[in-house]
């Protein structure tokens, strides 16, 4: 029987054992959000929880798909099973994921390692509710640790970042990073700063301004939320200097969180949010096919008549929500 036609209990017992084409397959029904997501959660779920979760995100152009490969490389060689979620940007003719980065790691990765990407799609909704699915799969199947990688620095970067245990955020010379960091909200979500690209000019300026903006937040109240103050690092991605101290700072806020309890209230919050997300989500669709009946064309038709108020309109549409 091929992969395509295995019950999905098969399918989910094949990838934990190790089959990378069922694994694949399993994550490809996530992706899709079709009716195969959900029994395949319910299997995952008990499964997952265990693995450290690092998200990776920073402008575009800052060297972040280099430093992910050499922090693979440099967890294939400590014997890690590491897997990466490459977050890319879609291609404008297909809406599939441009899979450079994911070409380049490979290169350097172990045998051991699995790199997925997945396409953004331009749906932010639809990306908030695959990369947790996708997470939990891997780390259901022993891939520890699990990076994801994102394309940038907005919106899409600051919820995939919230999927994380552990946020990084890279930043080089010349590209105004730790401005477009604190504007996007990065500051507060980054639990470490890597300076990449060290060996160029400006590079200790980076960190300057950095470090500044750390003790602005710290001034401001802002760290409250771990009591710990982000490490700053610099690497040179090119040549991988600095990538073993970058696991070294990810580790030691790893035990950080766990020691004063974070890393456990982080996953519960992302559960919640989870949650949250999928109702929003049922919530919209719901709303969409209210709104495309033909029984409410008569009052929608009033509304724009302006004999009938929108608010009014909204509340005698949201009584029929259930």
């Not at 019950?7 to 094949?14: G, Q, S, W, Y």
């Not at 980054?190 to 300026?205: C, E, H, M, T």
Request: charged fraction near 25%; hydrophobic fraction near 40%; glycine fraction near 10%.
């Amino acid at each position: 029987m091929s992969i395509r036609d295995l019950p999905i209990p098969d399918l989910f017992e094949r990838a934990v054992e190790g089959d990378r084409r069922a694994l694949g397959r399993l994550l490809t029904h996530i992706e899709r959000e079709n009716e195969h997501a959900a029994p395949i959660a319910e299997l995952a779920h008990p499964l997952a929880g265990t693995g450290h979760v690092v998200g990776i995100t920073g402008a575009p152009g800052s060297g972040k798909s280099t430093l992910t490969g050499q922090l693979v490389k440099l967890l294939g060689e400590l014997g890690l099973r590491a897997a990466v979620l490459a977050v890319d940007p879609s291609s404008p003719l297909t809406g599939g994921a441009i899979l450079g980065d994911r070409v380049r790691m490979e290169d350097v990765a172990s045998p051991e390692t699995f790199i997925r990407s997945m396409a953004t799609r331009g749906h932010q909704g639809g990306l908030a509710l695959a990369v947790p699915g996708v997470v939990r799969v891997l780390n259901a199947c022993g891939y520890n640790p699990v990076l994801i990688e994102t394309v940038g620095v907005g919106q899409v970067e600051v919820d995939v970042a919230g999927t994380a245990d552990t946020t990084v955020v890279v930043a080089t010379p010349g590209m105004g990073d730790g401005v477009q960091a604190n504007k996007a909200g990065l500051l507060e979500l980054a639990d470490l700063f890597v300076v990449n690209k060290a060996d160029r000019p400006g590079a200790n300026d980076v960190r300057r301004d950095l470090d500044l903006m750390l003790d602005l937040s710290h001034a401001t109240g802002q760290d409250q939320r771990t009591g710990l103050r982000p490490e700053i690092i610099m690497t040179s991605a090119l040549t991988g200097e600095g990538a073993p101290e970058m696991w070294e700072a990810i580790e030691r806020h790893r035990a950080a969180i766990t020691a004063n309890g974070q890393l456990e209230q982080r996953r519960r919050d992302r559960d919640v949010v989870e949650v949250r997300n999928r109702l929003l989500v049922a919530a919209e669709r719901r709303v969409d096919e209210l709104l495309s009946a033909e029984s409410h064309a008569d009052l929608l038709d009033r509304v724009a008549a302006r004999s009938v108020a929108p608010a009014t309109a909204s509340s005698e549409i949201a009584q029929q929500l259930h």
